[in-house]
């Protein structure tokens, strides 16, 4: 069992950066495939950022690539989610994911993972 506790949401203005954390506890994440999912109201849940577990190379959404970035500390067993140059539609709620069977066709697939934590709020005012 892995569980998962997101942390560092708010409310921030457009233009701004934030920082989202995902503590783990009962298995090691450096062995697991980490990812970031958001979900705005009314919508699906959307991929935004995963490491699958065997390497160090990110994966990004389109939506985020080049103003997110994903990163895992291992000391910590911590996941991170450094959000910069924020807009209106990053507005969601999002999720860290963890699963050790994912192969890496389904990294962008909410579906695939096993554990999520219970989600911390995100809003970009304009």
């Known amino acids: 069992q892995v569980q998962l506790a997101e942390s560092g949401g708010g409310l921030v203005q457009a233009g701004g950066s934030l920082r989202v954390a995902c503590a783990a506890s009962?298995?090691?994440?450096?062995?697991?495939?980490v990812a970031w999912f958001r979900q705005a109201p009314e919508k699906d849940r959307e991929f935004v950022a995963a490491?699958?577990?065997?390497?160090?190379?990110?994966y990004y959404g389109d939506s985020v690539k080049g103003r997110f970035t994903i990163s895992r500390d291992n000391a910590k067993n911590t996941l991170f989610l450094q959000m910069n140059n924020l807009k209106p539609e990053d507005t969601a709620q999002y999720f860290c994911a963890v699963d050790s069977q994912i192969i890496l066709s389904q990294l962008r697939r909410p579906e695939g993972y096993s554990y999520w934590g219970q989600g911390t709020q995100v809003t970009v005012s304009s």
């Open positions: 490491i699958f577990r065997s390497g160090y190379t990110p």
């Open positions: 009962g298995r090691t994440l450096s062995r697991q495939t």
